[in-house]
């Protein structure tokens, strides 16, 4: 079922708008990406977000209570990412 991103739990306005300018539309295609990806586009349109976009696009995929969910794989994912994207650059 897609949904706008608004309607998905966790997610604002601004955060929806963000997401939508880095070509994610929808609840399906936020869905389908990881939230990491999700939101290292944010942060390359030159957005400067918290790592609570973070959190709440991943508490939005899972549909899990922010209690829920591994906040330590997520940091760590994202550190992960962050150096990688150092080599390629």
Do not use: C
């Not at 706008?4 to 997610?11: G, H, Q, R, V």
């Not at 990881?34 to 290292?40: E, K, T």
Request: aromatic letters at 6%; zero cysteines.
């Amino acid at each position: 079922m897609t949904e706008k991103l608004e309607d998905m739990k966790n997610l604002g306005p601004v955060s929806a708008t963000w997401l939508r300018e880095a070509g994610i539309a929808t609840s399906t295609a936020l869905r389908q990406s990881d939230a990491v990806q999700a939101f290292l586009a944010v942060r390359a349109l030159g957005h400067r977000p918290s790592v609570n976009l973070l959190y709440a696009i991943e508490w939005a995929v899972v549909d899990e209570h922010w209690t829920r969910v591994d906040k330590g794989r997520l940091l760590l994912s994202l550190d992960l990412a962050e150096q990688a994207h150092a080599m390629i650059d």
